[in-house]
């Protein structure tokens, strides 16, 4: 069905919603995702530095204790 919608048919739709909606909600609403979007980026790299660290924290030392006091 969404095959034979072609470019007037998205125009058409376009016209509608701005219609219904007005530029000023459209340009807002636009913006709350441009900031949801931003959040989640910065939610997704914050919790891979986390497990990241976590990591880190968790590796050890597997080296035996005889070459741990050599060095």
């Excluded at 219609?19 to 979007?37: D, N, P, T, Y």
């Excluded at 997704?44 to 035996?64: F, H, I, M, R, Y």
């Amino acid at each position: 069905m969404l095959n034979n919608i072609g470019l007037p048919g998205l125009l058409l739709i376009a016209v509608v919603v701005l219609v219904l909606f007005g530029r000023g909600k459209i340009s807002s609403l636009m913006g709350e995702v441009g900031k949801g979007i931003t959040a989640f980026k910065k939610g997704v790299n914050d919790g891979t530095k986390e497990l990241e660290d976590d990591a880190a924290l968790a590796a050890k030392d597997v080296s035996p204790e005889t070459d741990k006091d050599k060095a």
